[in-house]
């Protein structure tokens, strides 16, 4: 990424400054992506490793799967469930997944499936062809809203009861340390984000080791909205034409 990344707000305005009403543009950006082709090259075949955001499922990704898919992409998903497990364990479903592949995959992920996909694209370099995030917080390991901050760390309590997957708090510590780490140089990376995000502090979705391309749209409309598609778009197209995929 070119230029100085700046500093996140502080730590106040981060635990209670974020505009949540921003997301109420979600609908309307559903329905303008529903009316619109968003052009999309031929994907021949190319296998997409998806990963949704936290509390989100398969569901919230449904759009970008189907627009994929039409473009003759194969959609892959990475197990977990809605992303309500600890990280550590979700960046080890992301690494299964990708190892399920004949060659490296394509590799997006949403808020924070994105940024366990950022782990996982660092621990297995030669499993990824291109990462692209959406939205997703890889300077900070916890949300510092502090409603969203509330939920998460209530999740990790249920994670440490003896039913479901137990956090092992040695795993969550290497996963921050990776999460940190300098990122592989032969592995692109594009990070999607908007200033329209609700969610998520746009300057946290920003890294010096990935090219930064800007949108306008909520965060729930960087897995289904008009901007977010032409902007995965370019960059699919760009690695399709890296890789040999287009004529």
Known sequence: ???????????????????????????????????????????????????????????????????????????????????????????????????FGDGPSLLIGHSRGGQQCRVAAYRNPELVSQLITLGSPVRAHYPRAALLRASVEATRLLNLLPVGPNEDPVAETQYERDLFAPFPEQVPWTAIWSKRDGVIEWQACLDPAADSLEVTCSHTGLVASVSSFRAIADVLDAAAGRFGGTE
Do not use: C, H, K
């Open 1 to 99: 990424m070119t230029g100085d990344i700046p500093n996140l707000p502080p730590t106040l305005i981060g635990a209670i400054g974020r505009p949540f009403w921003y997301e109420g543009a979600a609908v309307s950006e559903r329905a303008e992506l529903a009316r619109t082709t968003v052009p999309l090259a031929d994907g021949r075949g190319q296998r997409v490793v998806l990963v949704s955001g936290y509390l989100a499922g398969t569901r919230s990704t449904r759009p970008l799967a189907q627009w994929l898919r039409a473009a003759g992409y194969v959609v892959a998903y990475a197990e977990v469930g809605r992303n309500a497990v600890s990280s550590s364990v979700a960046a080890a479903a992301i690494a299964d997944a990708l190892r």
